[in-house]
């Protein structure tokens, strides 16, 4: 019932500016919070930030908090973005998009409804 698609990934050296869009589709309405996952080669997908579909508090990991990485939404678009700053090399990684159908926010995988595709960002040295 949503769908969400992902795009903005890329290759960008160590230092560099990457941004992130999740579009959403199908019943929006009921989205509560869209979260941001990743998931490195061999390594387990971890949570990296979350951002309430109405009102647009976010909440982020420790490991990006500071004003590293910035997640924001469009709501005419039905869209949100990671804007990712001074990206190091162990933030490579496979980056989902996902949806919550529930009100209370969440930064466990399993609380998520829906997934978006992936797309991949390397950061260089």
């Known amino acids: 019932q949503v769908q969400l698609v992902e795009s903005g990934g890329g290759l960008v050296q160590a230092g560099g500016s990457l941004r992130l869009s999740c579009a959403a589709s199908?019943?929006?309405?009921?989205?509560?919070?869209m979260g941001w996952f990743r998931q490195a080669p061999g390594k387990e997908r971890e949570f990296v930030g979350g951002?309430?579909?109405?009102?647009?508090?976010?909440?982020y990991a420790d490991s990006v908090k500071g004003g590293r990485f910035t997640i924001s939404r469009d709501s005419a678009k039905n869209t949100v973005y990671l804007q990712m700053n001074s990206l190091k090399p162990e933030d490579t990684a496979v980056y989902y998009c996902?949806?919550?159908?529930?009100?209370?926010?969440?930064?466990?995988?399993?609380?998520?409804?829906?997934w978006g595709q992936g797309t991949q960002v390397t950061v260089s040295s």
């Open positions: 996902a949806a919550r159908m529930a009100i209370r926010a969440s930064f466990l995988e399993a609380d998520y409804d829906y």
């Open positions: 199908g019943r929006t309405f009921s989205i509560y919070v």
């Open positions: 951002i309430r579909w109405s009102g647009g508090s976010t909440y």
